[in-house]
């Protein structure tokens, strides 16, 4: 079974920055994508930023120029640096890794970040 660990969330202020990690316990490029969701109160999760597996990436409208997805291929680990952090920004931001074979997708558990004004 495939676990994604997440860490980095937390408070942080407006026009501030948070980098966050998700470690897989295994290679990062067995997954076909990984990248980052988030989650408001009462909405369904929407995508963040993603990597491929080739390091093609895409992030929302919402974060381009603000966040960047990058990847550690010796640690297995995928990072979300962000920065210039709004109040909108605060959400539970979870990893999320697509595989080629059966179960097809796996979440980390989350990680709040929160942004005060």
């Known amino acids: 079974q495939v676990q994604l660990v997440e860490s980095g969330g937390g408070l942080v202020q407006a026009g501030g920055s948070l980098r966050l990690s998700c470690a897989a316990s295994?290679?990062?490029?067995?997954?076909?994508?990984m990248g980052w969701y988030r989650q408001f109160p009462g909405k369904q999760r929407e995508l963040v930023a993603a990597?491929?597996?080739?390091?093609?990436?895409n992030y929302a409208d919402s974060v381009k120029g603000r966040f960047a997805i990058a990847r550690d291929s010796a640690k297995n680990t995928i990072y979300l640096q962000m920065t210039s952090l709004k109040p909108e920004d605060t959400a539970v931001y979870s990893c999320?890794?697509?595989?080629?074979?059966?179960?097809?997708?796996?979440w980390g558990r989350g990680t709040q970040v929160t942004v005060s004004s």
């Open positions: 990597i491929t597996n080739g390091g093609s990436t």
């Open positions: 999320n890794a697509q595989s080629p074979n059966w179960p097809y997708t796996y």
């Open positions: 295994r290679s990062i490029f067995s997954f076909n994508t």
